[in-house]
């Protein structure tokens, strides 16, 4: 199977403007990037709407693709992406352009999930540690999974699910595996050319999260499980730890 990474990446970001070309020691966050994916994948693209990405891309080497500012998600940018890139691939992969510290084994381990000729879309998930604490498992900003014994995502909340009915909260995390989502897909090609023309659904509206989309419109989403944790910058306090970590 010929596997494409494309990696969306905007410039006009809410909470941190610019997020894609801050320094990172040297390199920008999205070559940063863009080299962690290309340690797996031979074709890598970034996807952008600003032509100072693209020319950053460009410039230390890599490939950028000009895509529409219309897009609502990293998914649709993706879709218009691969068709101008004119390759022939059975699996996209869409690597958040937001986390240089992507192990090459997450790659892996989301491309191992089409081994499955079943497969249509894949995803990961972490499993929260057991000394993790309330307050980290409750984030609604770390989304939770639900999987069914065949590895495929049941439901994606911002709440705790499932709920541990005569077991104090404190005691959850001893008691059952709960798993975090890690914000990357893979999609194979007629598929994601399915999903990018839907209707959000109200699933989605309600969590605001788009995969419940796909759910709800009867997809399937394999999971694979990492161990690795990821490390996305979301703000510049974010930047500086990621800089204490470099």
Known sequence: MKF???IPARYASTRFPGKPLVDMKGKTMIQRVYEQVSIVLDSVYVATDDS??????EAFGGRAIMTSEKHR???DRCEEAYYKTGEKSDVIINIQ???PFIKPCQIEEIMKCFDSEDTQIATLVKAFDSTDGWDVLMNPNSPKVVLNDKSEALYFSRSIIPY???IPRQEWLLNHVFYKHIGMYAYRVDVLKEITKLPQ???ELAESLEQLRWLQNGYKIKVGITTQETIGIDTPDDL???LDLL
């Open 97 to 99: 352009g937001d986390e």
């Open 4 to 6: 494409t990474g494309i």
């Open 201 to 203: 659904s109200t699933l």
């Open 164 to 166: 541990l009915r005569n």
């Open 73 to 75: 998600s990293g998914t």
């Open 240 to 242: 500086r730890k990621a």
């Open 52 to 57: 100072r990405i693209y020319e950053t891309v």
